[in-house]
């Protein structure tokens, strides 16, 4: 990639002003990717002047020309696809078919997605007499995490443009690569100078600049519950729109008529998909504790057959951790697990025999875990599921909604109706019932500690817009 050490200001491929570096690490082997520049607040001011200066005639372009801005965005970012489907592959250590089938396809069906929304929405409309107006936010902060990369960085960027708005992204350091490659199919697409702006940097300083800056209208951010806390906390004195989709501790709810076989296998493939390491995986899966050990060997013998290895292996399963700081926490809370009582029955501390180096953990399985062990309550992002029996429905609906988190729920039973109706009780902003297909039009984002506002379809592009009445427009 021709832009390591490089932001993306005001249209332009540009040094940054400090020479503050990090290497990219391959958590398959971790050896270095290449080294990017980190940002500063001086690098940060560059992107948010070019963003506001853009603003003033980006903000008056018609609905039209910004549908034509995103298809010529969609046409390059197809030209780029498999590239980009390696290159999440190897910062991230995504085994290869579900990089190029789940992580780059999501930033097309997000463009694709952005598109269908942008013709339908009621841009303008009358109520009585007064004109109701939508108009961009202004300039956008855009935060954004490491693990499902540039799903997160399209869900953002795209309704964005689509609003009107001028924007500032901040990748993950720990996943800037496909972040640089996005800025070049920006570049490649026209994109007016201005109106899309790269830094990459850390939380505490780029971040932490963007949160507070007084030229930035809103901060849309992806990640820890922590991070969103501070984040909030700096934007408040400017009081700016800050928009958080953070932490979950999701729970799986098998009713007593599911198909175990099904459920519980789909259940265990789905907590470990990504390696564990998606906001809303299941990983709290809450079956009848008449049922208990039937689950418990069912999920066992799925995590047993489960292949971890290397992101280029066809044979792969499961990849390993980003980084040897997330490894830590997997390895430190899978003890925590043991030594609270918690019954290890698959996986457990360490790598998987074979592999010395890399991130690997083991797919690891707790079973009688009840709601007051940590690993019920915090979340470990990594592949370790939490089996907790409940005695009853109401049981199993207290146990679901009693977390600090709220972002997901899932519930499985072979009655439609039974599973609508517990759906509904959820305390959690998206609830999948018996594992349907993912959908990109579908609100997404959470209750309590898991953010603030909704993304995804109409939502996403609600969140960039601010709504004006022209009273007395139509007397």
Partial sequence: ???LQQFYIDGEWVEPSGTARLAVIDPCTEESLGEVALGNAHDADRAVAAAKRAFVSFSQTSVAERVALLESILEAYLKRYDEMAEVISREIGAPAKLSHDWQAALGKRHLEETLRTVERFPWQRMKGSTLVNHEPVGVAALITPWNWPINQIVCKVAPALAAGCTMVLKPSEVSPLNALLFAEIIDAAGVPKG??????GDGPTVGAVLAAHPDVDMVSFTGSTRAGVEIARLAAPT????????GGKSANLLLDDADFDTAVAAGVRSCFGNSGQSCNAPTRMLVPAARHDEAVAIATRVAQTLRVGAADDPATGMGPV???VQFERVQRLIGVG???????AAGGLGRPEGLQRGYYVKPTVFANVNPSMTIAREEIF???LAIMPYRDEEDAIAIANDTPFGLAAYVQSADQAHARRVALRMRAGSVYVNYPAWDPGSPFGGYKQSGNGREYGEWGLEAFLEVKGVVGYGS
């Fill in 338 to 344: 043991i030594e609270e009582g918690a019954t290890l």
């Fill in 239 to 246: 009081v700016k729109r800050v928009h958080q989709e953070l």
């Fill in 322 to 324: 980003v980084s040897s």
């Fill in 1 to 3: 990639m021709r832009h």
């Fill in 195 to 200: 109106v899309f702006n790269l830094v990459n």
């Fill in 382 to 384: 990594g592949p370790v």
